[in-house]
């Protein structure tokens, strides 16, 4: 059976072993003090918040998520981060994440649930499009740092 619980501070080590291995998945890297911070932040459960599940005794995945205003309709979730042990995929353990998010996010008054993905990410876009609803939305990213794009004149 799969037990969702907010983390707690044992849960620390395997937190940060499942965070990394997401962080690689996507081809990125963080420095130690972006754990440490991302840490602080979810426990705190301010503006960050996050759940762990567990399967046969062991954490075997995470999520991160936050609530945001929305200019026309109530507040929205953003899953953040959602990520499984490999060695369990399959199993359920995703969809009870989200699944936990989303009852979460209905006690807070949310109107809705949101996430992405990379478009490469076959497998997790199939337990996604039984969960959800692809709306068709692209996502543009800017960086702050980019002075090279001048966008005031547009």
Not at 8 to 23: K, N
Not at 41 to 56: F, K, P, Q, V
Not at 69 to 95: H, I, K, M, N
Not at 127 to 153: C, K, P, R
Request: proline share 3%; aromatic share 12%.
């Amino acid at each position: 059976m799969i037990e969702i619980r907010p983390l707690e501070p044992g849960d620390r080590d395997r937190w940060e072993e499942l965070f990394r291995a997401y962080i690689r998945f996507y081809g990125r890297s963080l420095d130690d003090t972006a754990y440490d911070r991302a840490w602080r932040e979810i426990t705190s459960g301010a503006r960050l918040h996050g759940r762990c599940a567990w399967l046969d005794g062991r954490l075997v995945g995470i999520a991160h998520f936050l609530v945001h205003p929305s200019s026309s309709e109530p507040d929205l979730c953003y899953l953040e981060d959602l990520f499984t042990d490999p060695d369990v995929r399959g199993r359920g353990v995703a969809s009870a994440l989200v699944c936990a998010v989303r009852d979460w996010a209905r006690e807070k008054g949310c109107g809705s649930v949101y996430w992405q993905t990379h478009e490469s990410n076959a497998v997790a876009r199939r337990l996604y499009d039984e969960l959800a609803t692809f709306e068709g939305y692209v996502v543009y990213t800017l960086a702050v740092d980019d002075v090279s794009t001048d966008v005031s004149g547009r």
